[in-house]
C-alpha cells in the first residue's frame, strides 16, 4: 500500500506503528485493495502505510491517536470472526468518540481475545452492538418485560429485537415468536392489492422477514413459521388473544392508533417479552404524530415498573453512512 501521504500542518504531525498479531486476518481487516484502510484515511484525516504485519499511521496527533485506537477496535472485531464493512468502520469511528467508548467496549474485550460481553447468539451469525445505544438496547431486550424503542430507520430496533427472539427461542426462553406490524398504506390502498390477506400483507411485513432469514436458516424460518413457533402478522390479528409464553415484536408502532396501542399492549402474558419499535416522527396515519399510538402510550408508560423506553438518534444509523445524513438533513428540515 503506498500512497502520497496527507500533508499534515507544520509541528501538528504525529507518526506511530501498530504491530498486529493473526497475519491470516489482516486482509480482512485491510480490506479488498486495503479499502479498510482506504476509508479510514478519508474519515480521520490521517495517512496509512502497511508492510506485512506493521500498519504506520501518520497525520496530526489526535488522528493519529483516534486512527490507532479504531484500527486496534477493528481488529478485535474480525478475531471474534465479525466481518469489517464500511457500516461497522463507521459505528467504531462514532463509538471511539464517545467518553463512555473505554467503559462500555473496552473494558468488555480487555481480557485478550475474548468476546465482548454483550452480544446475542443465533444459528447464523452472534451479534455485538454497533453504537452505544445498541449496547444499551441489548442490556433492556433481557432485563425488561416491555421496551420501547424510539427513533429513526437504520438504528437497528427491529433488527436487533428479532435476533434476541430469535436467541430466546432456540434456548427454549419463550415457546414462539409473535412479529407484527399495523397494514397502513404510504400512499396505496390495500384493497388494490392482488391475492389473498395474507398476500395482500406479506409486503408490509417484508423487513421482519429478512431479520428472521438474517438469523436462522431458511429452512428452519419456514419450519417454525408452518409449526406456529414463528407467527408473523399484521395488529388486527392480535385482537381478543393472550400472548404468554411469548416474544412479541411490534414493528412500525407509528401508524397505530391509541386505540391499537391499547389492544397491543393488553394482549401482554405469562413470561413474555414485549418489544414495541417505531419512529415517532414518520406516522403514515392522517393525523400525524398526534395521532399516533406509539407516542401516546409512550407519554403514558414511560417511567412504569418493568417497561424501558431507549431513544435511538441520527448517530446510531448503522446503515450506509449516506443514511445518517440524509436522516440528519430531513430532521433538520422539519425542526
Known amino acids: 500500500m503506498s500512497r502520497k501521504?496527507?500533508?499534515?500542518?507544520?509541528g501538528d504531525r504525529s507518526r506511530t506503528e501498530v504491530t498486529f498479531d493473526k497475519p491470516q486476518l489482516l486482509p480482512q481487516l485491510f480490506g479488498e485493495f486495503d479499502s479498510n484502510l482506504l476509508a479510514l484515511e478519508?474519515?480521520?484525516?490521517?495517512?496509512?502505510?502497511?508492510?506485512?504485519?506493521?500498519?504506520?499511521?501518520?497525520?496530526?496527533?489526535?488522528?493519529?491517536?483516534?486512527?490507532?485506537?479504531?484500527?486496534?477496535?477493528?481488529?478485535?472485531?474480525?478475531?471474534?470472526?465479525?466481518?469489517?464493512?464500511?457500516?461497522?468502520?463507521?459505528?467504531?469511528?462514532?463509538?471511539?468518540?464517545?467518553?463512555?467508548?473505554t467503559g462500555i467496549v473496552k473494558a468488555e474485550v480487555a481480557n485478550g481475545n475474548a468476546p465482548p460481553g454483550i452480544m446475542i447468539r443465533t444459528r447464523k451469525?452472534?451479534?455485538?452492538?454497533?453504537?452505544?445505544?445498541?449496547?444499551?438496547?441489548?442490556?433492556?431486550?433481557?432485563?425488561?418485560?416491555?421496551?420501547?424503542?424510539?427513533?429513526?430507520?437504520?438504528t437497528g430496533k427491529t433488527y436487533l429485537a428479532v435476533a434476541q427472539a430469535v436467541a430466546q427461542l432456540i434456548t427454549g426462553s419463550v415457546q414462539r415468536l409473535i412479529l407484527s406490524r399495523p397494514a397502513v398504506e404510504a400512499g396505496e390502498r390495500l384493497g388494490f392489492l392482488p391475492g389473498d390477506?395474507?398476500?395482500k400483507v406479506d409486503p408490509y411485513l417484508r423487513p421482519i422477514y429478512d431479520a428472521l432469514y438474517d438469523c436462522l436458516p431458511a429452512e428452519q424460518v419456514e419450519r417454525r413459521i408452518a409449526s406456529g413457533e414463528i407467527e408473523i402478522a399484521p395488529i388486527a390479528f392480535m385482537r381478543g388473544r393472550t400472548l404468554a409464553d411469548a416474544f412479541v415484536i411490534l414493528?412500525?408502532?407509528?401508524?397505530?392508533?391509541?386505540?391499537?396501542?391499547?389492544?397491543?399492549?393488553?394482549?401482554?402474558?405469562?413470561?413474555?417479552?414485549?418489544?414495541?419499535?417505531?419512529?415517532p416522527n414518520q406516522t403514515d396515519l392522517p393525523g400525524g404524530p398526534a395521532a399516533s399510538g406509539l407516542n401516546d402510550a409512550v407519554s403514558k408508560l414511560e417511567g412504569i415498573e418493568g417497561i424501558s423506553t431507549v431513544r435511538f438518534s441520527t448517530?446510531?444509523?448503522?446503515?450506509?453512512?449516506?443514511?445518517?445524513?440524509?436522516?440528519?438533513?430531513?430532521?433538520?428540515?422539519?425542526?
Request: with cysteine.
Open 5 to 10: 501521504p496527507v500533508q499534515a500542518q507544520s
Open 42 to 101: 478519508e474519515r480521520l484525516g490521517v495517512y496509512i502505510h502497511a508492510r506485512g504485519q506493521k500498519v504506520q499511521i501518520e497525520g496530526s496527533a489526535e488522528a493519529v491517536a483516534h486512527a490507532r485506537e479504531v484500527l486496534q477496535e477493528l481488529h478485535s472485531r474480525v478475531i471474534r470472526g465479525e466481518e469489517i464493512d464500511t457500516g461497522l468502520i463507521e459505528a467504531v469511528i462514532a463509538m471511539s468518540s464517545e467518553p463512555m467508548f
Open 125 to 154: 451469525k452472534t451479534i455485538v452492538p454497533r453504537s452505544l445505544t445498541q449496547a444499551h438496547y441489548m442490556r433492556e431486550l433481557v432485563s425488561n418485560d416491555m421496551i420501547f424503542a424510539l427513533g429513526p430507520a437504520g
Open 197 to 199: 390477506m395474507k398476500e
Open 251 to 279: 414493528d412500525e408502532a407509528q401508524n397505530t392508533t391509541p386505540a391499537q396501542m391499547k389492544m397491543f399492549l393488553t394482549r401482554f402474558g405469562q413470561n413474555s417479552r414485549m418489544v414495541i419499535c417505531g419512529d
Open 315 to 335: 448517530q446510531d444509523v448503522v446503515r450506509h453512512p449516506i443514511v445518517g445524513r440524509i436522516v440528519h438533513a430531513y430532521e433538520g428540515a422539519n425542526a
